[in-house]
């Protein structure tokens, strides 16, 4: 008999279950009392310091104001110390090209939040597209009262630079999780759990509407529904010209959804497995299997990129090229199109590379269906994206058209630098792609990062799988065991940890110095800085869908596995020893450390464990919880109980473990994980004696833990300071 969440698995005693009673008075007490006694651990005369200097990083006028294009005008938000809740703002190609360009802002964030006594956050814009030969002129901003997911939609007039009056049919969405579409200038797709809209189990839309302009959205007429234990319903309107299309997304989890066209008033799914991506351009559809796909006699394994016309596919036609084929190094991370080609971005063991094809020409070698080019603009051990600036542009007012598109660029010791290329096809017809591309904008230095190397190391886990991890260090470490290591990762949700640029590891961990050890005479001690190591474990998607899928559900032990491989490399090697040695994740990364603690606790003199998952008994049932169940398996089916307890740092602590130094930090105002399992697993901590464990909670800031640079200057200082005193200098 199939045992299924009726038959749920006895509920473990939990003592703590007062503190699920997110703003109730008396847990905010009890927060307040632990962030007091962290902060007056924490923030001495050192913590001010580094919190100024992480926020002169986040601050800098130096930093590159990434643009998005939109006919001839280049979008951008920016926060800085005199607009923390930020800019949205625009500014031509030509005034963008120099050092100080001209921008003409829309919209003062600050300014609207006093105006109107509400913290807002800017989560984004959504453009209607104007008719041809128009400019744009209306978007629908997205706006949270506090950082959360739930989101106030309100359209906005571009050309006046004011909200657009509901009194006068402008639309204004109450906040709510869910998401909007234009279909045209007079009305909405939405899907909402605002106005009695229904939710689903994961606490996302439930349902979709059509909303007109003036009416309610109560009111009004239900375009498309999915079941309530499904994870959301998306709706999303295609404007392209020539290509108008609406679509709906049946989230049934985090890895398996419907996808369905409206054909003459029907939804029509299109007919692929579960757990292949659906993407649509123009007249092409493509997919990703996340699992090996078999169709018509062909076997497609999972990770591959493969194509079909559109409208062919929809009518029965099952030949599909394919346009990118993983191997045991290689990745699809992602794609973009430009007017005329199709930009791929790869990882091969965890670096860059990037192939341009061309679906006009057929490829002349193996691999791939249309001409491949690989783009030569990817140093080794780098991180560098390749995507569309407009595709839709025929010749632009800027020079630019259709094939032109960014490259940003970044590593742990090279600052982040924005290029723009063009794309044109070899002058003597064959096959084949010619890219020029030049430096628009690069960041600054924020450290001494030459005085820094970054090298690659592959662990072996448990079971002889070879784990890579980024090693980012002094020249010429000394291997003798005794430098401050900050280790990092994720491994979960097919998400990658890249090479990337941290001005604040930088200056708040690689630089930073304190005496360790004596020198080699005996007498004077050895001045160091620390060392930053990310971990490529299982779960995420350094090499496609098969490195993910093999850490899901009952074998989610294996990427914790990977992580303890790389923490005794790391110790075998002489780069750090156990007291040494720190680790530090957020959200699935949380979870990741929270199980270092609980069942690696002799590998690590210190823990810091952000906006984590906890307690997986009770996960599900807990702000949005419930949508990943296909992550970690679901609690109330006994079987799967038994799997997820093992890696359930709340009910793995045990009397009488050596743990090792604590620091567990969330957000009030998180209503993705939200806060109460790190409440939860402090507040166990500290009821068992267990010594030198802390816990910081922020009263604002969602999931990411701050809304604007002050706030994350400080919550990444605490957790820098943290590690830095727990490793090099010992808690006081």
């Known amino acids: 008999m199939t045992t299924t969440a009726a038959d749920s698995a006895p509920e473990p005693v939990d003592e703590n279950v007062w503190l699920e009673e997110i703003y109730g008075e008396e847990q905010l007490a009890w927060v307040k009392e632990q962030n007091s006694r962290t902060e007056d651990l924490l923030e001495d005369a050192d913590y001010a310091g580094l919190e100024g200097s992480i926020l002169e990083v986040l601050d800098s006028t130096d930093r590159i104001a990434m643009v998005g294009k939109r006919g001839d005008w280049y979008y951008n938000f920016w926060k800085d110390r005199h607009n923390p809740k930020g800019l949205w703002r625009r500014t031509t190609w030509e005034s963008y090209c120099t050092d100080s360009p001209e921008w003409d802002v829309l919209l003062d964030v600050d300014e609207l939040a006093a105006a109107e006594g509400q913290e807002w956050v800017f989560h984004g814009a959504t453009f209607l597209r104007p008719g041809a030969g128009e400019p744009y002129r209306l978007a629908l901003l ?31 969405l109450p906040t709510a999780k869910g ?35 003036g009416a309610e959205l109560a009111g009004a007429p239900l375009l498309f529904e999915v079941p309530e234990h499904h994870m959301m319903a998306v709706v999303a309107h295609d404007s392209t010209p020539g290509f108008e299309r609406t679509f709906a997304v049946d989230y049934i989890d985090f890895f398996n959804r419907r996808n369905l066209v409206l054909r003459d008033g029907e939804w029509v799914q299109i007919d692929v497995p579960t757990d292949v991506n659906v993407s649509a351009h123009r007249e092409w559809l493509l997919f990703r299997p996340q699992q090996d796909w078999a169709i018509d006699g062909t076997t497609y394994p999972a990770g591959s990129l493969l194509a079909c016309g559109f409208e062919d596919y929809l009518a029965g036609a099952r030949e599909l090229a394919v346009l990118f084929a993983p191997d045991a190094r290689t990745s699809l991370q992602s794609w973009s199109w430009t007017r005329n080609f199709l930009l791929l971005n790869l990882l091969k063991d965890v670096s860059s590379e990037i192939r341009v094809l061309d679906p006009s020409r057929p490829s002349d070698g193996p691999g ?29 007012s800027d020079g630019g058209a259709g094939d032109d598109f960014w490259l940003v660029a970044t590593g742990f010791t090279t600052p982040t630098t924005l290029m723009r290329g063009t794309l044109e096809r070899t002058s003597d017809g064959t096959p084949g792609v010619v890219s020029r591309h030049a430096v628009v904008k690069a960041s600054p230095s924020f450290f001494a990062d030459a005085d820094y190397e970054v090298q690659q190391h592959f662990a072996v886990s448990e079971d002889g799988t070879r784990v890579p991890y980024f090693q980012v260090a002094p020249r010429n470490l000394a291997l003798d065991g005794q430098n401050p290591t900050q280790l990092s990762g994720y491994g979960g949700f097919e998400v990658s940890r890249t090479p990337a ?44 869908p098969a490195w993910h899928r093999a850490a899901l559900q009952e074998n989610r032990h294996k990427a ?14 002489g780069v750090t020893s156990r007291e040494r040695l720190g680790c530090v994740g957020g959200s699935n990364g949380g979870l990741l450390v929270g199980n270092m603690l609980t069942r690696y606790p002799e590998l690590f003199g210190a823990v810091s464990c ?9 996960y599900t049932r807990l702000s949005a919880g419930h949508s990943w169940i296909a992550e970690y398996g679901d609690p109330d089916v006994p079987e799967q109980w038994e799997y997820i307890r093992t890696f359930s740092p709340y009910h793995l602590l045990k009397d009488g473990v050596e743990y090792p130094e604590t620091f567990i930090w969330t957000a009030t105002s998180d209503d993705r994980v939200g806060p109460v399992q790190a409440r939860k697993m402090a507040a ?26 002050r706030q994350a200057a400080a919550l990444q200082a605490r957790s820098q300071h943290f590690l830095w005193k727990a490793l090099a200098g010992g808690l006081a």
């Open 560 to 573: 914790y596995q990977d992580f303890a491989a790389v923490a005794r490399d790391l110790i075998s090697r």
């Open 501 to 544: 640029y941290s001005g604040t590891v930088g200056r708040a961990w690689l630089e930073r110095r304190t005496s360790l050890s004596a020198g080699a005479d005996g007498d004077a001690p050895h001045s160091r800085g620390g060392v930053y190591v990310v971990a490529n474990i299982r779960g995420g998607g350094e090499y496609g």
């Open 610 to 618: 952000g906006v984590p998952l906890l307690d997986m008994r009770r």
């Open 684 to 709: 166990r901590m500290l009821a068992m004696g267990i010594p030198n464990v802390w816990f910081h909670e922020a009263l604002e800031g969602g999931h990411a833990g701050a809304s604007d640079n």
């Open 142 to 172: 997205a706006l949270s009262p506090d950082g959360g997911d739930a989101n106030r939609y309100r359209e906005f007039d571009l050309e006046s630079r004011s909200f657009v009056d509901p009194a006068r049919g402008g639309f204004d």
């Open 368 to 396: 791939g269906a249309w001409a491949a080019t690989l783009l030569d603009a990817c140093p080794p051990l780098h991180d560098v994206n390749a995507y569309a600036v407009d595709d839709e542009d025929a010749e632009a």
């Open 179 to 213: 998401n909007v579409s234009w279909l045209d200038a007079d009305t909405l797709l939405v899907a909402s759990t605002a106005d009695g809209l229904p939710k689903t189990a994961s606490s996302y839309a439930r349902t979709a509407v059509t909303l007109k302009r």
